[in-house]
């Protein structure tokens, strides 16, 4: 059926063994963007603090998104679903347990790679659409289960958390949480990262380009996929306690479709496949939607679309694409 | 789009994330550091208010009739509340926290304003709670209707001007338990608020010795046909039915009702919501006869009312719902607390609020109570069709 | 017993709305791999073309006029979407490209209509109700239900029997092979692409009188026909009128006889089909290849 076929086309660099150079200057960059985002409490008030803070939490799950539909090849609508799981679990220790961050992050890294593995096998033996309405159908239930369980606080969400602690110390202003977040963020992003360049991430890129030539090459997709499906799992919740960390506050929204959808499209913004990008688009949506909506009346879906179909006209490979192109035609040339 | 264009540009060489950050900096704006924690701050004769509103989503209709009621408030006296002059700032609160929480954030933290009126989304009400009650900052609640709200999570920090969703049921359970000769069956949608105006309801209604003849939670904000629901309660032989509906689902339950013939025979009897504003004027003729309760409506003959109304008429060229009153209400206990308070601080101005006393509004007099939720009169209405619009008269008081 | 009959045709009635919004969603995806996430954009446009032209009420040959506008309204949209699908050929990109284009059309109604909720009345003659096993059922409902029996049989002639058809299933076959033979799939493609609209739109005014018009019914409408599609197979006619029909119960059948389960039961079916039958329960026939 053709719908083994919907994916996204293969970032032929990504994918190449990185010349020595050429990964000394992204280590470069990385460092340098580290260090930029680092500064950013010292320069920045509290409130565009706090909306980066959320943008990070964002991130690790469109990084979630990524790994799944960039480099497996699998587009999800289900993501939202072990964010929310993450998101409810921290929120559930900092309210009964303890607020230590550190605490919060590992107890919703299990319960979302526990909610990913009991879902997972379902799910991971679609392939294309049928994997995407499957994933819808999981986000949805959960977010329904959300929306009437009394123990969760139903509909209500669930408040009461009182500000995260590190290392005994309470985090009450935003630029301290922004740093506790973006910790937390970049080792995500480191793991994420040394999954996608290892041997397993040149399988799950096998397994996106072409699975059965895989399955004949001797490789098993059913269990590789089944292993990032849940490793994607963990990571949407540590994403998830990043953002109740933020916010203090967990709620069905926090889950529903439209967060998974905007996940997806950070992903296909970002340009899939690569890692920086999705987390540049998670940031442009999360400005878009949260900061021009008053601006323009309400209507600032009206802004997000149009910005959606200039993206696919002007950038077909996303935002990451802008900064390969130069390299592409050095290489050809 | 040459705005956008022109920071991707930017984002081309490997400073893509300082890029970035620069952008959030224009965007918002500078602010000084982060790192330390500050309230709101007042400067002598100008307060700056946040108004939190749902701009965008299925919530909007609210929004917009609680940003006109406020509006009204202001022009009425002058652009001035207490003798200060009033700066509003007003923010989209969207559908659900995920936007509705940024939104209040950056009224506290950027704009630092006095004090937030608004709030439709009760959610989004109880998860602004904490971060109120530490910023310092008034929260004036005008529609979310959480009973916890003003219950178990209440707030110096927090007041509503609005209702608590069990209260407006309760009102009606003995007036039902009067009339109705034989079991009620209740419908709601399935999700807090449709929960616990039900459960005031219920709780009212059999202290009042009546009788539930069936119960039904239909699942929120998917459900377009009531026919089976309509079905269950025809078999069940309910002589009435309590129902709380909002928005697209009120306007297609009580169509349905009256199509499926329920309407000629069980009485449909509801919170006020089910029939206010823009949902009735959809539901047009079906809608004839239901009968709700609520803390106001158009009818309401005094000359505050009236007045108000042609106010609003003249104003935004169409008839105030609930929801815009408890905005403009909210206005009105800002403009007496800021006149008594010491200061323009939050702190004075929430210290402030315990003593307004009564307020005249176009809904009767009403004032806070200990937990800080209005206390006030509610109305058994009924709808009727005046000249080929149709209104909410007031059959009487509920008490 | 009589009870569950009338829920069965109230059931037929959501049933024949979805086959007729579903069917355009199918087939395009069938044909061109393209998931066109405007289409309950464009189903939407249909509605709020009904409200203004029957908005206060208006007679039988307005309700007709409001069907045509909406079809062509529908066919429109489809061909200025099916030409930009055309020019991004990656998958996501298009999914990315078709929702950028429902939010704009389904925000600038909001626009032009405001965020209130709309009703409308069935056209004057069908706006009451009959007895049906002593239960009141609106007539108007009855009439949908014909209109979607009477499109199943003609879209079944047409694609099934006809040389259009014909071109129509090849395409979704081997486009590359119809192509060889000298058709010019590209005029195809963008037929079918309007004529799928076109529908979705004429829905969106038979659906009036029932669901109404608001802003964020695009979104509930698109869900529905996904799961209409998927649960039915790709491509296939007869697949999106099973769906529908299937669909159609379970909303209505189904929630009458688990109501504490009503909203986990559109998904529990649709997951129970898809691990079942992967490819949905009648994929077109080109379709079970890869």
Redesign the interface.
């Known amino acids: 059926?053709?719908?083994?076929?919907?994916?996204?086309?293969a970032p032929a660099v990504a994918a190449r063994p990185r010349r020595p150079a050429r990964r000394g200057?992204a280590v470069?960059?990385a460092v340098?963007?580290a260090a930029?985002?680092a500064a950013?409490?010292?320069?920045?008030?509290?409130?565009?603090?706090?909306?980066?803070t959320?943008m990070l939490a964002f991130a690790v799950l469109v990084l979630s998104v990524d790994l799944l539909?960039g480099i497996t090849g699998m587009?999800t609508l289900g993501q939202a679903a072990y964010f929310g799981v993450g998101a409810y679990t921290a929120a559930l220790v900092g309210v009964h347990l303890t607020s230590d961050g550190a605490v919060q992050v590992a107890a919703a890294l299990l319960a979302g790679l526990a909610a990913a593995a009991v879902t997972g096998w379902?799910a991971v033996?679609?392939?294309g659409?049928?994997f995407l309405?499957?994933t819808?159908?999981i986000g949805?239930?959960v977010h329904?289960l959300a929306?009437?369980w009394s123990l969760v606080g139903?509909?209500?969400?669930l408040?009461?958390?009182p500000p995260v602690s590190v290392l005994g110390t309470a985090l009450?202003?935003?630029?301290?949480v922004?740093w506790w977040v973006l910790a937390v963020a970049a080792a995500a992003f480191a793991v994420v990262a040394l999954v996608a360049r290892s041997p397993y991430g040149r399988t799950l890129r096998g397994i996106r380009d072409n699975e059965?030539r895989m399955r004949a090459l001797g490789y098993r997709p059913g269990p590789a996929k089944f292993g990032v499906f849940c490793l994607a799992g963990a990571v949407a919740a540590v994403g998830g306690a990043l953002w109740a960390a933020q916010?203090?506050?967990v709620?069905?929204?926090?889950l529903?479709?439209?967060?998974a959808?905007l996940a997806?499209?950070s992903?296909?913004?970002g340009g899939?496949g690569t890692l920086?990008g999705p987390c540049?688009g998670a940031?442009l949506v999360l400005?878009v939607?949260?900061?021009l909506?008053?601006h323009v009346?309400?209507?600032?879906?009206?802004v997000?679309?149009?910005?959606?179909?200039?993206?696919?006209?002007?950038?077909?490979r996303g935002?990451a694409g802008?900064?390969r192109r130069?390299r592409r035609t050095e290489a050809r040339s | 789009m040459g705005v956008l264009s022109a920071v991707l540009r930017s984002l081309r060489r490997t400073t893509t994330i300082s890029g970035l950050a620069v952008g959030a900096l224009a965007l918002s704006g500078c602010a000084g550091s982060s790192l330390d924690q500050s309230g709101s701050q007042g400067s002598g004769d100008e307060v700056k208010l946040g108004l939190l509103v749902p701009l965008s989503g299925v919530y909007a209709p609210l929004g917009e009739d609680m940003r006109d009621g406020f509006q009204l408030y202001l022009d009425q006296h002058g652009g001035r509340l207490g003798g200060k002059t009033v700066r509003v700032v007003t923010v989209d609160e969207g559908e659900t926290p995920q936007t509705g929480v940024p939104a209040a954030q950056k009224l506290v933290t950027q704009d630092r304003v006095t004090a937030v009126v608004g709030v439709v989304n009760s959610a989004t009400a109880l998860g602004l709670r904490d971060f109120f009650h530490e910023s310092k900052v008034p929260l004036l609640v005008a529609n979310a209707g959480a009973d916890a709200i003003t219950g178990e999570r209440s707030s110096p920090y927090v007041w509503r001007t609005s209702f608590a969703n069990g209260k407006v049921g309760a009102a009606l359970g003995p007036a039902v338990a009067e009339e109705v000769d034989g079991g009620v069956y209740l419908i709601t949608a399935d999700y807090a608020a449709g929960r616990e105006m039900v459960g005031g309801f219920r709780k009212a209604f059999e202290a009042a010795g009546g009788k539930i003849a069936g119960e039904k939670y239909t699942p929120f904000g998917k459900t377009q046909d009531y026919q089976p629901y309509l079905s269950a309660i025809r078999n069940s032989g309910a002589k009435a039915v309590f129902s709380f509906y909002a928005g697209a689902e009120a306007v297609n339950f009580v169509k349905q009702y009256k199509q499926f013939g329920l309407a000629d025979r069980i009485p449909l009897y509801g919170t006020g919501f089910l029939t206010e504003g823009g949902v009735l004027n959809a539901q047009g003729a079906s809608a004839v006869g239901v009968k709700t309760s609520l803390h106001y409506s158009t009818e309401l003959d005094t000359p505050i009312n009236k007045a108000f109304v042609e106010a609003y008429r003249t104003k935004h060229g169409k008839a105030p719902t609930v929801y815009s009153v408890q905005a403009y209400d909210a206005a009105a206990a800002l403009d007496k607390a800021i006149a008594k308070a010491d200061g323009t601080g939050g702190e004075d101005i929430a210290e402030a609020l315990g003593g307004i006393g009564t307020i005249d509004s176009p809904r009767g007099p009403w004032s806070f109570d200990a937990d800080h939720d209005a206390r006030q009169k509610y109305y058994l209405r009924e709808v009727r069709s005046d000249g080929g619009s149709f209104v909410n008269a007031v059959l009487g008081e509920l008490d | 017993m009589d009870t569950y009959l009338v829920t069965v045709l109230n059931g037929l009635a959501m049933g024949s709305l979805l086959f007729a919004i579903a069917l355009g969603l199918s087939l395009v995806f069938g044909m061109m791999d393209v998931l066109n996430l405007a289409h309950g954009a464009i189903y939407l446009v249909g509605a709020y073309v009904a409200v203004a032209l029957t908005g206060d009420g208006a007679g039988p040959a307005m309700f007709v006029a409001a069907v045509l506008a909406a079809a062509a309204a529908g066919a429109v949209l489809g061909g200025a979407l099916a030409g930009m699908t055309r020019a991004t050929p990656h998958h996501l990109d298009q999914a990315l490209l078709t929702l950028g284009v429902a939010l704009v059309v389904a925000e600038s109604l909001t626009v032009v209509f405001g965020s209130d909720v709309h009703s409308l009345a069935a056209p004057a003659p069908l706006d009451g109700g009959v007895q049906i096993l002593g239960q009141t059922y609106p007539v108007y409902r009855l009439l949908v239900i014909a209109f979607g029996a009477i499109l199943a049989l003609v879209v079944y002639r047409l694609v099934e029997r006809s040389r259009l058809g014909a071109v129509i299933r090849a395409t979704v076959a081997d486009r590359a092979m119809v192509s060889a033979l000298g058709i010019d799939t590209g005029r195809v493609l963008v037929g079918v692409f309007a004529a799928g609209a076109a529908l979705a739109a004429v829905g969106g005014v038979l659906a009036g009188p029932i669901l109404g018009a608001q802003p964020g019914l695009d979104e509930k409408v698109l869900l529905l026909a996904l799961v209409v599609v998927v649960v039915g197979g790709l491509g296939s006619v007869r697949g999106a009128l099973l769906g529908a029909v299937l669909i159609g119960q379970v909303q209505a059948l189904g929630v009458a006889l688990l109501p504490e389960y009503a909203s986990f039961l559109l998904f529990a079916a649709m997951a129970a089909v898809l691990l079942m039958r992967p490819a949905g329960l009648l994929p077109a026939p080109t379709a079970v290849r890869a």
Not at chain 1, 172 to 176: D, E, H, I, K
């Open positions: 059926m053709k719908a083994v076929e919907t994916t996204a086309p200057r470069a960059a340098t963007a930029l985002l950013v409490p010292l320069v920045l008030g509290a409130y565009p603090v706090s909306m980066m959320r539909t587009p379902i033996r679609a392939h659409i049928v309405m499957l819808l159908a949805e239930s329904q929306d009437t139903g509909g209500n969400g408040a009461g958390m009450p202003a935003a630029g301290f922004y059965a916010v203090r506050f709620s069905p929204g926090d529903g479709f439209e967060v959808a997806l499209l992903v296909v913004i899939s920086w540049l940031a400005l939607r949260d900061n909506s008053a009346g309400g209507h600032g879906a009206l997000l679309g149009a910005v959606f179909v200039a993206v696919v006209f002007t950038m077909p935002l802008l900064a130069p």
